[in-house]
């Protein structure tokens, strides 16, 4: 099993800046290929960002590509989204997961999942 955590949500004005965390435990960190995903009321579970095992490969989705960065740091169990330049459409709940692959998925193959973090933008 693997537990994830999400941190760092908050109201935050258009034009803004967070960094979103999620601290890992229970396994290895670095045999999961992470991503986050985003849910806005009413709407499904979207795909924001992933990142391979090591780092070296991210992938973004089209509406955040350029203002948000996905980083992990492997010997502290923790995947980060830094997001900038945020949007009232980026108002959702963040969530974290972990897919026990090298590879990425930019779909919900995902093996675990945390339980999100509010990230509200005002206009």
């Known amino acids: 099993q693997v537990q994830l955590v999400e941190s760092g949500g908050g109201l935050v004005q258009a034009g803004g800046s967070l960094r979103l965390s999620c601290a890992a435990s229970?396994?290895?960190?670095?045999?999961?290929?992470m991503g986050w995903f985003r849910q806005a009321p009413g709407k499904e579970r979207e795909f924001v960002a992933a990142?391979?095992?090591?780092?070296?490969?991210?992938d973004y989705a089209d509406s955040v590509k350029g203002r948000f960065t996905i980083s992990r740091d492997n010997a502290k169990n923790t995947v980060y989204l830094q997001m900038n330049s945020l949007k009232p459409e980026d108002t959702a709940v963040y969530y974290c997961?972990?897919?026990?692959?090298?590879?990425?998925?930019?779909?919900?193959?995902?093996?675990?999942w945390g339980q999100g973090t509010q990230v509200t933008v005002s206009s």
């Open positions: 229970g396994r290895t960190f670095s045999d999961y290929a």
């Open positions: 997961a972990a897919r026990g692959s090298s590879a990425y998925s930019t779909t919900r193959q995902y093996d675990y």
């Open positions: 990142i391979n095992r090591f780092g070296g490969r991210t």
